[in-house]
């Protein structure tokens, strides 16, 4: 498998990715085939005054990207080089770009451009601007197709690219930068409760792996607890039946989905007797995620990964489906060898 | 059709209802047969020091009403007299009830009895407390039946009886006591908003009736009004696809249940992508009932109804079922000329 990176004239740097061959076949199949002479190759685009120029280091892998390389929300474009928890070390940046400095460690998350002027925009929540530009399987500015982080660099406008704090352990860095401030995004609302909050989340791994609460299987001490949680967190990506888990919660509660892919049933008897919400949540802004990184080095806290090569990705993307991974896969890119 | 009050002494009133024969039959169906010989007869509870016996004048009439005759929440006792918007003149007052006299105009909406005791009930939102009893198909404090207001009088707890403003007609006043509050209740949240708030009804009739915006059934005014909502009080009492109308809500709005007796169906990317809520309501406390009532006194409002007499109410059934009704049924109980 061969990485390149080639650098031909300051002020353009096509940057040449292995890009994996994601033929979707019979509707909702798709080969995961990493072909072993690099091809077909991608050219970045030519970073402008306001870009930032970074190696990728490290990128964490998820449900969502599973998901895409599926086509399951039916909007793929092929090729595809998925990746959206990036971690990366700069290595060029346009003349405007003020903030950064070469060899700085940074990251980008979901999300790599909006419009800047609407409501949106102008308050901090960029992730709901109706013209947002996702990191990969998007479109830029310029009308080009927009790739992710499972490449050997990335050229991202400076406002959607945040400064990695140096306590921060790059491995860890990674799953924060989408799971991370997905969870983190909706709970800011219950800031400045003055009372003590019980949770539940529900899914384990992926965005759920960073919270602290579980939700059990067990039916007896699901009906103990009726009643009894303040919110719930729902990371599940996959079809689920909420009314098992909405009697859980108490007068005023919240179920807050952030994943699920799919059509979700509920009985509406359920959020009215007690005046419960069912809300969603999408990822989180830029000021968000700086606060979950600042957050995540002031506590000293760590997740449970599994740093994988590049070489793994297939297997890993096969354990995830299967749930075999506690709890999430970071590719090592820069550890890969791959240039 | 007889309807009866025989008051035998003081601090005693039996009293004696005409009760429909609602034999559930085909599992969902059911007989709505008034019996012309009168019988069988209910026995009202024996008034206690806290209570507040009323004659009944007039009783609104509204789906819950089919829905509870029909069994279609599996849980109807028969023989059922329904009826929860009722307004009476009070004939007799226990010792200890100090806030009303003889004569006063009252109204009674969806419940008659709470604990008292719980979080719900010591912020004055009865409504959510688990231990509720419900106007009628419920169990009493005394372990009997509670039953409705298509009666000739009733018995109920002076906390759960409002005081008509003098100001508003009686066949106006009843379909506040349910459906108005059930419409108010959950828009108090938006009070303090300092923007003006754009809004969506669906469901004319009923609930839908006491507010004033509608959802066009046309696609393209439809696809015109996407993103242009701040919330949708959602009063439709049968399924109905959600995905049809929360594209209609901006980012943070809110749909809001009040009457889906059904499970329903919504695609989680459409609350997502919007930070969107579904949230439910359940009717209104005794404060926020004395609140619309006042409301609508000072305010001079009406809504249109079409007063009817209980020897119509199996016909006014059935065209409630068929939408021909402009907009809401109001049983004439005391001029019915049933005692």
Chains 1, 2 share one sequence.
Request: charge should be neutral.
């Amino acid at each position: 498998m061969v990485l390149l990176m080639k650098k031909k004239k300051k002020g353009a740097v096509p940057v040449y990715l292995n890009v994996y061959d994601l033929t979707p076949m019979n509707g909702y199949a798709y080969s995961l085939l990493a072909r072993p002479w690099g091809l077909p190759f991608w050219r970045a685009r030519e970073p402008g005054p306001e870009d930032v120029v970074f190696k990728v280091l490290y990128c964490g892998m998820d449900h969502t990207d599973l998901h895409q390389m599926r086509n399951e929300i039916h909007s793929t474009n092929y090729p595809l080089v998925p990746g959206h928890e990036v971690v990366g070390e700069v290595v060029e940046l346009g003349s405007d770009v003020k903030k950064f400095r070469v060899k700085d460690i940074v990251g980008v998350g979901d999300i790599v451009g909006s419009c800047g002027e609407c409501l949106s925009c102008k308050s901090n929540e960029e992730q709901y601007c109706n013209n947002r530009i996702v990191t990969y399987n998007g479109t830029y500015k310029d009308g080009r197709p927009t790739q992710g982080g499972f490449s050997s660099a990335m050229v991202v406008h400076h406002k959607f690219v945040v400064r990695i704090p140096e306590k921060l352990a790059l491995e860890q860095a990674a799953p924060l930068l989408c799971a991370g401030v997905t969870a983190y995004s909706p709970l800011k609302q219950f800031k400045g409760s003055n009372k003590a909050l019980k949770a539940g989340i529900l899914g384990l791994g992926g965005v759920g792996h960073l919270d602290a609460f579980l939700v059990s299987s067990n039916t007896a001490e699901m009906e103990q607890a009726a009643s009894s949680l303040d919110y719930i967190l729902d990371t599940v990506p996959a079809v689920h039946p909420l009314q098992s888990y909405l009697p859980l919660l108490n007068v005023d509660g919240k179920l807050i989905l952030v994943g699920a892919p799919k059509p979700l049933q509920f009985d509406p008897v359920d959020i009215i007797l007690g005046k419960k919400t069912i809300s969603g949540s999408f990822i989180g802004s830029m000021e968000e995620t700086r606060e979950i990184l600042e957050f995540w080095a002031l506590k000293g806290l760590t997740s449970m990964v599994e740093v994988v090569k590049m070489d793994y990705s297939n297997q890993a993307f096969e354990r995830m489906e299967r749930n075999d991974v506690r709890y999430r896969f970071v590719l090592d890119v820069a550890g890969s060898n791959l240039e």
